[in-house]
Structure formats: C-alpha cells, structure tokens
C-alpha cells in the first residue's frame, strides 16, 4: 500500500517538475541533447522537496521526502547537486 502511494507521490511530482520546465528560459534547454527522451529541472532541490513535504503534511497526504525518492529510483547520487538547479 505504501509503495503505491510513494509512487503516486513521485509521479505528481515529477509531472508537477515538467510543467515548471517549460516556464525557464530557451537558453537552459538549448543545452539539452535532442536525443535526450526526458529532462526534469528544479530550483534548490532540497528546499523544493521540504516545502512539497510540508504540503503533503498540510493535505494530510503521505509524508515522503521526495528528494531521497528520487534518489533511491534514479540512482543518482553523487552527480546531484542539492543546492543549486
């Protein structure tokens, strides 16, 4: 049951992610690969992830730190870089 509600919970948030996407500016996304199948780019990842932690406590939703899921899906560690976009 819980696994079903994370992936509901990265699922949103990944959607929510390639929305906001579209709103920078066309120079970030020239950087960006045609072949590339997927981009997701976030402001400041770890406050990003409190405040949607903070959201879902305020909805009543399933508290998950959704930075250390997309970690532990992703597989990226080390290359990620926490305080910047």
């Known amino acids: 049951m819980f696994s079903q509600r994370a ?4 699922l949103t948030f990944t959607l929510a992610l390639l ?3 579209q709103a920078w500016a066309a120079d970030v996304l020239d950087a960006i690969p045609n072949t590339a199948l997927g981009v997701v780019l ?4 770890d406050a990003t992830s ?8 305020k909805v009543q939703a399933p508290s998950v730190s959704l930075l250390s899921l997309m970690r532990v899906q992703t597989g990226i560690y080390d290359g990620l ?4 976009t």
Do not use: G
């Not at 976030?42 to 990842?45: D, G, I």
């Not at 409190?50 to 406590?57: G, M, N």
């Open 50 to 57: 409190d405040k949607i932690e903070k959201l879902a406590v």
């Open 7 to 10: 992936n509901w919970a990265f």
């Open 81 to 84: 870089d926490d305080k910047a």
């Open 19 to 21: 929305t906001a996407a």
């Open 42 to 45: 976030v402001n400041r990842l």
